[in-house]
């Protein structure tokens, strides 16, 4: 409790120290460790790493396009495409959902779907004030649906292996997953203006 409690007034008084805020992060995680609160063991057991590191890679995705000169071409030749949809988060969010959906058809593998949406959205997100968080969140939580068999493997395995669920029913389920992501998506518009993800 001590150390979350100095957590938190580090975390509000980074203005007054000029700390950084992730190193705060770093350092308390270091010292639940050193004090056996959250032992090592755990730690290295209970944090989805591989989850951190992909969404730690994607997030490092807009400096190489920067740098590689992505940016440029894609926002030249793709500029006349996306303008429209990228406009307003209440045109741009249920079209890259369906779109995702859309293209998962194309692309099996969902992290490839991913970073091919965010390689062609990226160099617009931020002259249209949209948080590159935003877009890899909307993606990643729509790219996990399936609707024909070749889509995932593993989940065909898993409805095999249930024996309560035929693969009908779970594209039925995929159905009502993405209706709920549209919903989701729309409703979370105004926490996210009023987060500042959205200008």
Not at 102 to 123: Q, S
Not at 172 to 191: D, E, F, M, R
Request: hydrophobic content about 60%.
């Amino acid at each position: 409790i001590i150390i979350l409690v100095l957590k938190f007034i580090l975390w509000e008084t980074t203005g007054l120290t000029g700390l950084d805020s992730n190193m705060i992060t770093i350092l308390v995680i270091v010292a639940l460790i050193l004090s056996n609160v959250l032992p090592v063991n755990e730690f290295q057991g209970s944090v989805p790493w591989t989850l951190i590191i992909f969404v730690g890679t994607m997030l490092s995705v807009p400096n190489i396009m920067s740098a590689v000169g992505w940016n440029d071409w894609i926002a030249t030749n793709l500029g006349f495409l996306v303008a429209p949809v990228i406009s307003s988060p209440w045109i741009f969010l249920p079209f890259l959902i369906i779109f995702t959906v859309l293209i998962r058809f194309v692309l099996i593998d969902p992290t490839a779907t991913l970073v091919l949406l965010t390689a062609v959205f990226l160099p617009f997100l931020e002259p249209a004030g949209i948080s590159p968080y935003i877009m890899v969140f909307i993606c990643y939580v729509s790219a996990s649906v399936f609707f024909v068999p070749y889509q995932c493997s593993v989940y065909l395995g898993a409805i095999k292996l249930m024996d309560r669920i035929t693969f009908k029913e779970a594209q039925q389920v995929c159905a009502v997953y993405v209706v709920i992501c549209l919903i989701g998506a729309l409703a979370s518009i105004p926490l996210w203006y009023a987060l500042g993800y959205l200008t």
